[in-house]
């Protein structure tokens, strides 16, 4: 993995090396960090780099960290600028990935949420699949239940929680699988390890209700409203059965790090032919001209970074590219 130049951290653009924590900071120790996961996808044509709707992933940033008791000084449109400042930065010219960090700085000990100091970082890096073999899965349903919102809430990215999807999928790797699907404490699907389900039967792409443990994803919303106005097929969020995985003619994956994956084998059976179905094929090349800002209809989910450049900051662009070799 190529290594960022540049992070925001404490509230401006520095060399990475000085975005440094100690080994007693209280998120390392106990978790009590957020997250989110937001790409950004270059246009060759146009030279431009889109951020894939950024606004949406810094509101749910923001409700992840009031679900740990932060108050942050940003609106989703402060932190915007911030990661297009960091993105003008680092000159990327490439599909990349930014990963926002809101996490409790103090060095202590003793496990809370009250009386701590919240701090903010922003790192971006090249980033291309997150699963090499995105078209053709082979997933398996995962002994490990996914965490109960009475236990750590599952509609927030708390960095705490993301141990459960790491047994996950290290369960599931170990054992051959490329991925693992999670079960909530009902027995109905919720998620795979970091993304959300889909499957499509009889002409209707079902997905989980957010009440059943699934993370409030803004791909997923995307992939709603694609499926349903681009393409025809109706999208209906229920609980889903495990035992309806195996009657599904299709099984896909969305959110940000995993984009669109299809499924076409779980616990060794085949989902529908076995291969990667018609709504799964029509849906990712869609999805790839939405991100990338060749669809006019969803220009708006397409945040350029260059292109709303100030003056001085295309001048500093200039003199960092011209010194590069």
Avoid at 144 to 173: C, E, H, L
Avoid at 224 to 251: N, Y
Wanted: hydrophobic share 40%; aromatic share 8%.
């Amino acid at each position: 993995m190529t290594m960022p130049a540049h992070a925001f951290f404490r509230g401006r653009v520095v060399p990475y090396d000085e975005a440094r924590v100690g080994v007693l900071t209280h998120a390392l120790n106990y978790g009590t960090a957020c997250f989110a996961g937001i790409r950004a996808y270059w246009n060759a044509r146009e030279s431009e780099l889109f951020v894939f709707r950024p606004a949406e992933h810094f509101e749910r940033f923001l409700e992840s960290a009031r679900l740990l008791d932060m108050t942050l000084p940003h609106t989703p449109e402060t932190l915007t600028d911030a990661l297009l400042e960091l993105l003008r930065a680092e000159l990327y010219r490439e599909d990349c990935y930014a990963r926002p960090l809101a996490f409790y700085a103090d060095e202590s000990i003793g496990v809370r949420l009250h009386n701590l100091t919240p701090e903010v970082s922003i790192v971006a890096m090249p980033y291309g699949r997150y699963i090499e073999n995105d078209e053709s899965l082979h997933a398996t349903v995962s002994s490990w239940r996914r965490v109960d919102d009475t236990m750590i809430p599952p509609r927030g990215k708390i960095a705490g929680a993301y141990v459960n999807s790491a047994f996950a999928k290290t369960d599931a790797q170990r054992a051959g699988f490329d991925e693992a699907i999670v079960l909530n404490q009902d027995g109905h699907v919720s998620e795979a390890s970091a993304a959300n389900f889909f499957l499509v039967r009889r002409g209707m792409a079902i997905t989980p209700p957010v009440s059943d443990n699934v993370l409030e994803g803004i791909t997923r919303r995307s992939v709603i409203e694609l499926l349903s106005k681009e393409l025809g097929v109706p999208v209906l969020e229920r609980s889903i059965d495990r035992t309806e995985i195996t009657l599904a003619d299709e099984v896909f994956l969305c959110g940000t790090g995993v984009q669109i994956a299809a499924v076409t084998r779980v616990d060794h059976r085949p989902i529908g032919s076995g291969r990667m179905g018609p709504v799964v094929s029509a849906l990712r090349p869609l999805f790839f001209e939405v991100v990338r800002g060749t669809r006019a209809d969803y220009r708006r989910w397409c945040h350029p970074v260059y292109g709303n450049a100030t003056p001085r900051e295309d001048r500093a662009r200039a003199a960092r590219a011209a010194s590069k070799p």
